[in-house]
């Protein structure tokens, strides 16, 4: 993805803000090639969801909430659920000046750029895989919303289970995150997640 400067990617989030819900969101849709089998996604993300940063609720066919902070703005996302071929995205405003690069994150986390029918039509080739495609068209594979906070939650993860994971990278998010600017509606995703900064605030001397 190109780089956008400040002016291109305020131009933007003000754009999400006119198609917004209210005064604090900004709400969008993005396509995908279905089929998407939102329900397994869902049940993935809730159970590595990081207590007070992600959440997912069932609610009108289920979403996914999560607080992040990119490109110096903080704030929260909501994430479903999935129309005919698209997905509902709500936005809050302090966000919307990182429009371009948050959808990608977005795109990445849920796996909305894959092509369901190829894959499917090559698995369907192994006798042993064939049934498995049938049984459950549109799987994806969850990617991340921040490449820092995976790094992070794989160290925080040798030796625990993924729930243990999941409740050290709660604790740590509690302990040096601040939270965003507009709370998110579920009370689950408040903080948004530790970067690199909060992190490591002592960094060893360059080498002479």
């Known amino acids: 993805m190109p780089f956008l400067g400040d002016e291109q990617l305020s131009r933007a989030g003000s754009i999400a ?14 396509v ?10 869902l049940t993935y993300l809730a159970a590595r969801a990081t207590p007070s940063v992600e959440a997912v609720t069932a609610e009108g066919g289920g979403r996914y909430w999560r607080s992040l902070e990119l490109h110096g703005h903080r704030g929260y996302i909501g994430v479903g659920p999935p129309g005919a071929n698209t997905l509902a995205i709500e936005i809050s405003e302090p966000l919307l000046p990182a429009l371009i690069p948050l959808l990608a994150r977005v795109r990445r986390l849920f796996d909305l750029d894959a092509d369901p029918q190829p894959i499917a039509a090559h698995l369907a ?8 495609v049938a049984r459950r068209p549109g799987l994806r594979v969850a990617g991340a919303a ?24 709660g604790r740590l998010a509690l302990l040096v995150a601040e ?9 689950g995703a408040r903080p948004a997640p530790p970067t690199p900064p909060p992190v490591t605030p002592h960094r060893p001397p360059e080498a002479t």
Do not use: N
């Open 179 to 187: 939270p965003p600017a507009v709370a998110p509606p579920s009370p």
């Open 146 to 169: 921040d490449g820092f906070e995976l790094a992070l939650r794989a160290v925080l993860g040798q030796q625990v289970s993924v729930r243990g994971a999941s409740t050290l990278a």
């Open 125 to 132: 080739g192994d006798p042993v895989l064939a049934p498995l």
């Open 17 to 30: 803000k006119e198609a917004g819900a209210t005064a604090e969101t900004g709400s969008l849709t993005l």
């Open 32 to 41: 995908y090639r279905p089929p998407f089998d939102w329900h397994a996604m």
